[in-house]
């Protein structure tokens, strides 16, 4: 099987909700995910989050502790997925590859249809004192 190696973003703000956002393209489009995407050739996971969320929102973070590191087997495909705690440090967070995105409460992570391989990270996000 395929396998596939992507970092996540686990964006938070002040008010400690969580940055979702809706694919926008492909066989999930329309399924909400945490932004990130693939690790290149020689960067570090935090290398890769850093120019992903640049690239797909035009903005800066900050990369905190790793999360949780999510294995998910899809149909066509094995998902490694390395979630970090992030914070923005400037941007506006525009969406360049996504069709939507919203800020979430932590009682309002059920509120959207999470990618499957995302939904393992909502039930840890939903088990943490976020702030």
């Known amino acids: 099987m395929k396998q596939i190696e992507v970092v996540a973003a686990i964006i938070r703000d002040t008010e400690g909700r969580i940055f979702a956002t809706q694919r926008g393209y492909g066989e999930w489009k329309d399924w909400w995910e945490f932004p990130g995407g693939k690790i290149e050739a020689g ?3 935090e290398e890769a989050l850093r120019r992903e969320i640049c690239e797909e929102l035009e903005t800066s973070i900050s990369v905190g502790s ?3 590191t999510i294995e998910y087997d ?3 495909f094995h998902l490694t ?3 970090y ?3 923005v440090l400037s941007g506006a967070l525009t969406l360049k590859e996504h069709e939507a995105a919203r800020w ?3 009682n309002q992570l059920d509120s959207v249809r999470w990618l499957p391989a995302d939904l393992q990270i909502v039930d840890t996000l939903k088990s943490l004192a976020l702030q």
């Open 85 to 87: 705690l992030c914070s």
């Open 81 to 83: 997925m390395h979630c």
């Open 74 to 76: 899809y149909p066509k």
């Open 66 to 68: 790793l999360l949780q």
């Open 104 to 106: 979430l409460a932590k």
């Open 43 to 45: 960067e570090s996971p």
